[in-house]
């Protein structure tokens, strides 16, 4: 079946130091990939996609690369701010499915 | 413009109860889901409705769950005889679809179920 595995958190950064969050999935086919961001206390947001191998998605300074050979979709980051501690998800939409299928999430907490 | 609502945004039960979470998706978006999150099993998909075609009720954890979607806009899910192991925030989303395209779900806040 389909499956993402993230990095356990919580991850305790200092602000301005570098993010990188792990993300490996399992799927047939090609799948979409994501990343959702959730800020305390509120809602599930879109952060980043990439809908095929190789691309690059980025959005307020994160990104994350489609890598086929390693079945992977990484966040970094090169200097989070206070203002990014939130949980991460790591999510994939299997081909032909609508659904989305969740990692596990990952807290970020940064430190001034 | 307005995003997807959910109500109640907290709701307290007494195990065997039945309750029912409602959501209000953005105007014009023909997908619907519903999704849990809760601490032992992150966030899972429940169930999907997409315009008039039968809904995918693949993720529905037992027969104690269902939902509908009424006039292809509101969804209401139903939780009969509630357990302890229901408690979880259900979280629902809506995206517009066609053309054999999936587009960004937009979720809600939320809907916050406590079992006691």
């Given amino acids: 079946g389909n499956s993402v595995t993230q990095m356990e958190g919580p991850v305790t950064l200092s602000e301005e130091a570098f993010l990188t969050i792990n993300c490996t999935y399992t799927a047939t086919g090609y799948p979409s990939l994501f990343w959702y961001v959730q800020y305390p206390g509120e809602g599930l947001q879109l952060l980043l996609k990439a809908t095929k191998a190789d691309d690059k998605g980025s959005n307020k300074g994160f990104e994350a690369t489609y890598r086929k050979e390693t079945t992977s979709f990484h966040l970094e980051k090169g200097s989070v701010q206070v203002s990014d501690s939130a949980v991460y998800f790591c999510a994939l939409r299997a081909t032909g499915r609508r659904a989305l299928t969740f990692g596990s999430g990952t807290r970020l907490q940064v430190q001034p | ?116």
Avoid: M
């Fill in chain 2, 1 to 116: 413009g307005a995003g997807v609502s959910q109500s109640p945004s907290n709701k307290v039960t007494e195990k065997g109860k039945d309750v029912e979470l409602r959501c209000d998706p953005i105007s014009g978006h023909t997908a619907l889901y519903w999704y849990r999150q809760s601490l032992g099993q992150g966030l899972e998909f429940l169930i999907y409705f997409q315009g008039n075609s039968a809904p995918d009720k693949s993720g529905l954890p037992s027969d104690r769950f269902s939902a509908e979607r009424t006039g292809g806009s509101v969804s209401t899910l139903t939780i009969q005889r509630t357990q302890q192991e229901d408690s979880a925030v259900y979280l629902c989303a809506s995206s517009l679809e066609g053309g054999g395209i999936s587009y960004e779900q937009y979720f809600g806040p939320g809907t916050r179920l406590t079992v006691t």
